[in-house]
């Protein structure tokens, strides 16, 4: 072993990480300013016999093909649901929603609300396509709580002029936070304005 | 030796400082009287200096001649191109071997034969040629009897060229030079340029043909050289001496001759000896008059050397030297005789003011660069440059040995390895080139690169 061999192994894992980096899919997930504070709906939380409201902002459909290397590319098609964003500070409740399904991945520009009426959409522990994760501060916490797993079930949907104006919708949300081990159960019911 | 039969008649002329800051003319002594037995056959050794060939006829020989010789571009040319030649008439011993080592040094053939004319030369000099002024003899060429051709008379220096003027009788000056001129723009045409087998004297001149010259080759038309100013020749001396045709074909065919010239092809076959048998030439012993003073003082209308180019002194300043004071320097050639006639023939330098001044160089003291060949010596000066510095070289790799079988399977496991890596890692959608590895999936494909430039590293010869 050459005194060069030791520093072509690290050079080797730096370039699989950075590879590993840079080559990560990116889907757009970006709001305005009024879309981040402007509040269109309430999420009411209840755990513990305690009930929270959030005030949502718009949900807004992210719904794109990223492409890759070497492989298909990735399918987004996800709700992102937020609330509403208080002097800057990040919001207490983000939550992404996967609504691919098993089936055939709905087309990104079908702005159709009713193919998700009824079902039962998982929630995401992450963004698809994105670094932020699915979390809610209650009041009163220093930090916020990971969502692990839950769903959303859109119950109605009703459209508030044309396509461009988006949908009334309403349903119910279940999901678990903190460790794998001790998860928490939050159910919780929102009416919201949808935009896609 | 090659003396010749000897001539009670022998005539020297000699010019002494005294006579010549009174007269400013020559004074002929006849000295037959005064000279003893081998002394007159000194002088009467007489030599035609024949030019064979040139080795070089480059332009830069052409300029070596014109340096040496004083001569114009035009007639250096024709005389290279030219040969074989007779440049010297009856020209003494030592103007002989001075004529020699210049023509040698120009890289020419040179032959040397005893000139009959001397032999035959039936009287001494008239009064008229003590009368003749010294400064009249302008179309020789630093020594040489070279006619110039009728466009370049106007260009001759008479301060560089001297002739033999002892030598040239009345009756052998040349014809008017209208009649002179057309005979040569008639030739012109046809052999150009011609050199003189007469100057000294014409009348008594044998033909070449008429000597037994044996290997000696044809030579080309022969013609008195102008030297002395335009005296009208004798008038006994006519009938023979204006044909000075002897440059024309047809007079040479059958060239006037006087009575006392047909005897000379009797003389017996002179020995005919090449350039390189330059140094076995005859030396003749001391000459009872020498002197560069003479040189000096006969020509005292001749430029000072101070006021000659130095650029043109390399064979005339040689031979001067040479001639004025060989004898008195004692080289190993030994010494030599310093003829009025070669001093009056040759480019006259004061030699004595140059050693004084330390500028005399006796050629043969020169480096050898400058006995060189005269298309080397007088080349333009090639300026030394130091040479370039080469880049330091490079040091060639050592060839590397042959890649070991185990060397290459191992390599080529390497190779295997990673390509497994990261078809696997694709395959199952943990890929750093999906960017969703896990961290340990990031660390095998960081093993599988390695793997990929070890195994092409020892694949490589």
């Not at chain 2, 000194?42 to 200096?49: A, G, M, N, T």
């Not at chain 2, 009249?136 to 060229?161: C, E, F, K, M």
Request: glycine share 6%.
């Amino acid at each position: 072993m050459s005194r060069w061999q030791p520093l072509w192994l690290l050079l080797a894992f730096g370039l699989a990480a950075g590879l590993n980096h840079v080559a990560r899919p990116r889907a757009e997930y970006a709001l305005s300013i009024g879309e981040r504070t402007m509040t269109t709906g309430t999420l009411w939380l209840e755990t513990a016999g305690r009930r929270e409201e959030f005030k949502l902002v718009t949900i807004h459909v992210v719904a794109e093909d990223v492409p890759r290397v070497l492989a298909d590319p990735l399918v987004v098609r996800s709700l992102w649901l937020r609330s509403a964003e208080q002097d800057g500070a990040a919001p207490d409740l983000e939550l992404f929603v996967d609504f691919t399904g098993d089936a055939a991945a709905i087309a990104p520009g079908s702005r159709d609300v009713a193919q998700l009426r009824g079902r039962e959409l998982a929630l995401l522990a992450a963004a698809a396509g994105g670094d932020a994760r699915s979390r809610v501060r209650f009041r009163g916490d220093e930090m916020p709580s990971l969502v692990t797993e839950g769903h959303l079930v859109i119950t109605e949907a009703l459209p508030l002029g044309d396509r461009s104006q988006g949908w009334r919708v309403r349903g119910r949300v279940q999901f678990s936070v903190g460790e794998e081990d001790r998860p928490t159960a939050l159910t919780g019911e929102l009416d919201a304005r949808l935009v896609w | 030796m090659w003396g010749g039969p000897s001539t009670p008649h022998a005539c020297v002329t000699i010019e002494t400082p005294a006579s010549t800051s009174r007269t400013g003319r020559r004074t002929v002594l006849d000295r037959d009287s005064h000279m003893s037995a081998e002394e007159l056959a000194h002088q009467q050794e007489r030599f035609d200096i024949h030019v064979m060939a040139f080795g070089d006829r480059s332009p830069a020989a052409a300029e070596a001649l014109q340096r040496a010789f004083a001569l114009d571009e035009h007639t250096a040319t024709r005389l290279l191109s030219e040969t074989p030649v007779v440049v010297k008439r009856a020209a003494p011993p030592d103007v002989a071997n001075e004529l020699l080592d210049v023509l040698i040094r120009l890289g020419a053939q040179v032959v040397l034969l005893p000139s009959a004319a001397r032999a035959a030369e039936p009287a001494r000099e008239s009064p008229a040629d003590a009368a003749r002024p010294v400064t009249s003899n302008a179309s020789a060429w630093g020594g040489l009897d070279l006619q110039l051709p009728p466009h370049a008379r106007a260009t001759v220096r008479p301060g560089v060229i001297g002739c033999d003027a002892e030598q040239s009788s009345p009756a052998s000056l040349p014809p008017p030079s209208s009649v002179f001129d057309s005979e040569l723009d008639s030739e012109s045409e046809r052999d150009g340029l011609e050199f003189d087998l007469g100057a000294d004297d014409p009348q008594t001149e044998p033909p070449l043909p008429d000597l037994a010259l044996g290997e000696v080759p044809p030579l080309p038309a022969l013609q008195s050289l102008g030297a002395a100013p335009p005296l009208p020749p004798p008038p006994a001396m006519r009938a023979s001496q204006r044909p000075v045709a002897p440059r024309s074909p047809l007079m040479q065919a059958a060239p006037p001759q006087p009575p006392a010239m047909r005897a000379v092809p009797a003389l017996p076959p002179p020995p005919v000896r090449m350039s390189q048998a330059a140094p076995s030439l005859p030396r003749l012993s001391p000459p009872p008059v020498r002197s560069a003073a003479i040189a000096r003082t006969a020509l005292p209308s001749l430029a000072p050397p101070s006021s000659r180019s130095r650029a043109q002194p390399s064979a005339a300043s040689v031979r001067a030297a040479a001639a004025a004071g060989k004898g008195q320097h004692g080289n190993s050639r030994g010494p030599r005789m310093l003829d009025p006639g070669s001093a009056m023939s040759l480019p006259k330098i004061d030699v004595a003011a140059r050693e004084r001044r330390g500028e005399h160089r006796d050629p043969r003291l020169e480096p050898p660069e400058m006995l060189a060949p005269p298309t080397a010596r007088l080349s333009p000066p090639v300026p030394l440059t130091p040479a370039p510095e080469l880049p330091p070289r490079k040091p060639v790799p050592a060839p590397r040995p042959p890649v070991s079988a185990r060397s290459r399977a191992i390599a080529v496991l390497e190779l295997g390895a990673a390509l497994v890596v990261l078809y696997l890692g694709l395959r199952m959608d943990d890929s750093v080139l999906h960017g969703n590895a896990s961290l340990l999936s990031v660390a095998v494909h960081g093993l599988a690169f390695y793997g990929l430039g070890a195994g092409l590293a020892g694949l490589r010869p």
